[in-house]
Nanobody, 128 residues
Framework: QVQLVESGGGLVQAGGSLRLSCAAS????????MAWFRQAPGKEREFVAA????????DYADSVKGRFTIARDNAKNSVYLQMNNLKPEDTAVYYC?????????????????????WGQGTQVTVSS
């Protein structure tokens, strides 16, 4: 298992930007895909973005493509989510997640059930 701690959430006006960070500890970070998920009030948790263990591939939910960017720094055991042009519908608790299997195929990056390690979440609120 890996321990994950998110930071960087907050309140921002529509059109603004935030950068979420996730610090990992406890296992070989660089061997695992990492992802961000979010859960809005009254809704199920949904996929936002994922990045491969190599850092060379990324996938995004259609709702955030062109606005959000996921990145990782394996030397710092960290993953980031840069969120630009935020919209009120982006309001949610954002969770960092670590994949359950090392060196997994990238086709598995978006499947929530394949993520075994989760952070406590960080609140993002976008006002209109």
């Amino acid at each position: 298992q890996v321990q994950l701690v998110e930071s960087g959430g907050g309140l921002v006006q529509a059109g603004g930007s935030l950068r979420l960070s996730c610090a990992a500890s406890g296992r070989a970070f660089s061997a695992y895909h990492m992802a961000w998920f979010r859960q809005a009030p009254g809704k199920e948790r949904e996929f936002v973005a994922a990045i491969s263990w190599t850092g060379s591939e990324a996938d995004y939910a259609d709702s955030v493509k062109g606005r959000f960017t996921i990145a990782r720094d394996n030397a710092k055991n960290s993953v980031y989510l840069q969120m630009n042009n935020l919209k009120p519908e982006d309001t949610a608790v954002y969770y960092c997640a670590g994949h359950s299997r090392p060196y997994s195929p990238t086709v598995l990056m978006m499947r929530q059930n394949d993520y075994a390690s989760w952070g406590q979440g960080t609140q993002v609120t976008v006002s209109s």
